[in-house]
Antibody, heavy 113, light 107 residues
Framework: QVQLVESGGGVVQPGGSLRLSCAAS????????MHWVRQAPGKGLEWVAF????????YYADSVKGRFTISRDNSKNTLYLQLNSLRPEDTAVYYC??????WGQGILVTVSS | DIQMTQSPSSLSASVGDRVTITCRAS??????LAWFQQKPGKAPKSLIS???SLQSGVPSKFSGSGSGTDFTLTISSLQPEDFATYYC?????????FGGGTKVEIK
């Protein structure tokens, strides 16, 4: 079955960086557009970024544009999210998704001094 | 940007009730509308895509309808496992915005 497993989260100071990874299995990864979605504690879902199946096109939410970078390695079936210049308001559980169909279990990023 | 307005933000209902949640887009989204269910501490689960197509394995008590800018999720007979928060999302154009969510609670 389809499985998405996020990793790379943790606690980071404001202004710091992290790289999240999402390993996919059970699906033809190279044919699938991928998203990152986040959820701040006690809040709703916020779409963060999207990358096309071949990696040629990326879209970002205004709240992360210029600070976050989505990328993928189709040879490794892995999606990435590079988080730079982190702010306390970036604290959230980050989910990777395949289209709108499948979600990972989520990984917590905490930005705090 | 397309804004997604979901209502109500919360509701109380009893087991067996028919429940309807609405989602309004600020402009047309060509029926690129999805519904998700999220239980506490869990990842969202996809229920419906393309406004009305039930995802594989989702019970038929869930249904989606609507077109243009107005969409509806209906649960025909609420069961204990359906108490959760529900979100809509448009995936017509970036940014792929979510509605604010509807928390369905036990009356």
């Amino acid at each position: 079955q389809v499985q998405l497993v996020e990793s790379g989260g943790g606690v980071v100071q404001p202004g710091g960086s992290l790289r999240l990874s999402c390993a996919a299995s059970g699906i033809t990864f190279s044919h699938s557009g991928m998203h990152w979605v986040r959820q701040a504690p006690g809040k709703g879902l916020e779409w963060v970024a999207f990358i096309r199946s071949d990696g040629t096109t990326q879209y970002y939410a205004d709240s992360v544009k210029g600070r976050f970078t989505i990328s993928r390695d189709n040879s490794k079936n892995t999606l990435y999210l590079q988080l730079n210049s982190l702010r306390p308001e970036d604290t959230a559980v980050y989910y990777c998704t395949i289209g709108i169909d499948y979600w990972g279990q989520g990984i917590l990023v905490t930005v705090s001094s | 940007d397309i804004q997604m307005t979901q209502s109500p933000s919360s509701l109380s209902a009893s087991v067996g009730d028919r429940v309807t949640i609405t989602c309004r887009a600020s402009q047309g989204i060509n029926n690129y509308l999805a519904w998700f269910q999220q239980k506490p501490g869990k990842a969202p689960k996809s229920l419906i895509s393309a406004a009305s197509s039930l995802q594989s394995g989702v019970p038929s008590k869930f249904s989606g309808s609507g077109s243009g800018t107005d969409f509806t999720l209906t649960i025909s007979s609420l069961q204990p496992e359906d108490f959760a928060t529900y979100y809509c999302q448009q995936y017509n154009s970036s940014p792929f915005t979510f509605g604010g969510g509807t928390k369905v609670e036990i009356k």
